[in-house]
């Protein structure tokens, strides 16, 4: 593996929010590990003042793979995505910037791909979609299916985003691109993600695709539920009227 760069700079940052994942972060870490061998790289963990001792584990964590790799920048509470992923944007010292869910619904293993991608075609954005050929979803019943098509096809009708699936959550970035897309973004939650891939190609920023398979959570509960879907219909009126 190259060293990290002068001054503790790394190639990528991969910010991981969590909220009460202490089942998950130790597995999602190590799979991290395991499948970017010879890639420099950095884990930030952004954690919302978990009560159920996620912060614990990713410090045994620190032991194991070493402070420098895996940084714990914890937040007294939740204050939503948006933020957790600009708070670990001001701690990240790559020139890509990855960012994924904790819960193992976005497995490690498509990384290599998203990286590789970005070198065959210099993207702005690489995101991960579960809607083309060799996507898919695994874990969810037939309504949850028809809910999400439904509101991609909706989204992808309206917005015309350039992209095939826009509530996504595991992109990678370049680190200046991400930062000008957070500043121009006003969502939360669930729509943040729609927004941040809308406003990238109203910029003209240069969008590719690496088809995944969505894992629904093994453990822990899923924080989705009908005031997300209420206010991605909101979210989905707003960027109508507004890029």
């Known amino acids: 593996m190259e060293s990290a760069a002068s001054g503790g700079k790394r190639a990528y940052s991969i910010i991981v929010p969590t909220y009460n994942e202490r089942l998950n972060i130790a597995l999602i870490v190590y799979l991290i590990f395991k499948h970017l061998p010879d890639v420099d790289f950095e884990i930030i963990v952004v954690d919302d003042g978990s009560p159920d001792g996620t912060q614990d584990i990713v410090k045994q964590l620190q032991q194991v793979y070493g402070e420098d790799r895996v940084l714990l920048r914890a937040r007294p509470r939740k204050l939503g995505l948006g933020t957790a992923y600009l708070h670990g944007l001001k701690h990240a010292s790559g020139e890509f910037v990855v960012i994924m869910d904790a819960d193992l619904s976005h497995h490690p293993k498509y990384l290599p791909s998203f990286i ?12 991960g979609t579960r809607y083309v050929k060799n996507g898919g979803v695994h874990g969810w019943n037939l309504m949850r299916k028809l809910t999400s098509r439904g509101a991609n096809v909706l989204a992808q009708t309206l917005l015309q ?16 691109v991400l930062e000008d897309l957070i500043s121009s973004c006003v969502s939360k939650g669930y729509v943040f993600q729609m927004e941040m891939i809308v406003r990238a190609t109203r910029k003209g920023y240069h969008i590719e695709e690496v088809p995944i398979t969505f894992v629904d959570r093994v453990f822990g509960i899923s924080k989705l539920g009908g005031s997300e879907i209420v206010e991605y219909l909101k979210g989905l009126v707003y960027l109508l009227l507004t890029t």
Do not use: C, I, M, N
């Open 161 to 176: 985003p350039g992209a095939s699936d826009l509530t996504g959550s595991f992109r990678l970035y370049k680190r200046d």
């Open 116 to 127: 590789r991608k970005q070198k065959e075609t210099g993207a702005d954005v690489v995101t």
